[in-house]
């Protein structure tokens, strides 16, 4: 039977997963660089051991409320552009679950998660969200005002 290893993490009160292979390490908050006139998503750039990397904000891309006092930790991805930080409220485990039991997301889920996610796997007591790391990370040109552009 084939199994799959998730890094998990936390988003206000969702689980996400995101496969083992593609997460290049997960660290803490970071001094981070804000970049003008990029998407809201874009919280920063932060300097990654003489890398510069890209951090897209999970919350605002999710369209959750910011949090007071928040310090995210970094969730490291590798993509097709490079490395790329997630911004999380709380990191999980690593979790094993097998291939055969991953779902399409159910219809209860709905707005930018379910644009994000894969599909599912039913854990006991919680949903573990696949995240597909292509999609979250994409800009669209809708949101690529910045607040103070927006309340402007």
Known sequence: MATEQ???FLV?????GVKVLQVQ???RSQI???VPQASSMVRGLINLRGQIVTAIDLRRRLDLADRENWE???VVIQTDEGAISLLVDEIGDVLEV???VLESPPSTIQGKVKEVITGVYKLEGRLLLVL???KAISVSDSSTKSKDEAAA
């Open 6 to 8: 998730y890094c998990t």
């Open 12 to 16: 206000d009160k969702l689980f996400f």
């Open 25 to 27: 390490e997960v660290i």
């Open 32 to 34: 981070m660089t804000v």
């Open 72 to 74: 995210p930790m970094n």
């Open 98 to 100: 097998s291939d055969d």
């Open 132 to 134: 597909d790391t292509a």
